[in-house]
């Protein structure tokens, strides 16, 4: 779609599109394979599969099958070591807190949109050092159906008054992208994310495609000012 109108409202998905939160993760997978005996994988392995939650990090990391007996037992140990250091190793990606700021400078809200739990996703942001704080965080826990399903994304636009049509919502996954296109939304592809080997942005068809956190925030400081 074209962006014929004001901004009203911008958001964004949480893990590698606002924030970096790969480091935690590939601390984590590395650890659960050395308490199952395994030797050591490239960390970017584990980098590409953060997009598919704790499900495909922990295939990922052990090389086991969902329906392997041990599976869940691995999935939970997993959950409790995120937990205890949640946000220790994660970082804002550059130039966003600046973004933030200027979007409260713009008189633009902000929110955040995640299939990230909120016993995961509130204390994280929580840490992070953005001023003013998202005026929304909404998570599976606050919806029916999580992205690509648009509902949560008009949840956010409801919570912050804002009319979706003039909302911009930025992600690094297809599924975001078709959760704001179904929601109305201009849609921002995050090419920095954490895209599946041989993934491309491009091809999600989203409105527009940042290459870089840097250029994410010069393209949407430009559409507010």
């Given at each position: 779609m074209s962006l014929n109108t004001s901004i009203e409202c911008v958001l964004f998905d949480l893990d590698g599109t606002l924030i970096d939160t790969a480091p935690e993760f590939i601390h984590i997978g590395l650890q659960l394979r050395a308490e199952a005996g395994l030797p050591p994988i490239?960390?970017?392995?584990?980098?590409?599969?953060?997009?598919?939650?704790?499900?495909?990090?922990?295939?990922?990391?052990?090389?086991?099958?969902?329906?392997?007996?041990?599976?869940?037992?691995?999935?939970?140990?997993?959950?409790?070591?995120?937990?205890?250091?949640?946000?220790?190793?994660?970082?804002?990606?550059?130039?966003?807190?600046?973004?933030?700021?200027?979007?409260?400078?713009?008189?633009?809200?902000?929110?955040?949109?995640?299939?990230?739990?909120?016993?995961?996703?509130?204390?994280?942001?929580?840490?992070?050092?953005?001023?003013?704080?998202?005026?929304?965080?909404?998570?599976?826990?606050?919806?029916?159906?999580?992205?690509?399903?648009?509902?949560?994304?008009?949840?956010?636009?409801?919570?912050?008054?804002?009319?979706?049509?003039?909302?911009?919502?930025?992600?690094d996954h297809l599924r975001d992208i078709e959760a704001g296109r179904g929601a109305g939304c201009f849609t921002i592809a995050a090419a920095y994310g954490y895209l599946a080997p041989g993934e491309t942005a491009a091809s999600w068809q989203a409105d527009a495609v940042a290459e870089n956190s840097g250029e994410l925030a010069t393209m949407i400081l430009g559409m507010v000012s």
């Open positions: 490239d960390a970017k392995t584990i980098w590409h599969s953060v997009s598919n939650g704790a499900i495909g990090m922990v295939k990922t990391a052990l090389e086991m099958p969902a329906d392997d007996p041990a599976f869940e037992q691995w999935r939970q140990r997993f959950l409790t070591l995120y937990e205890a250091g949640l946000g220790d190793l994660s970082h804002p990606y550059p130039e966003l807190p600046e973004l933030v700021a200027g979007l409260h400078k713009a008189g633009v809200a902000w929110g955040v949109v995640t299939n990230k739990l909120s016993r995961f996703a509130l204390p994280l942001m929580n840490k992070m050092p953005f001023d003013p704080a998202a005026g929304a965080v909404v998570t599976p826990d606050h919806v029916n159906q999580p992205k690509p399903d648009p509902e949560s994304i008009l949840l956010a636009c409801e919570q912050l008054s804002c009319d979706p049509t003039e909302t911009l919502f930025i992600g």
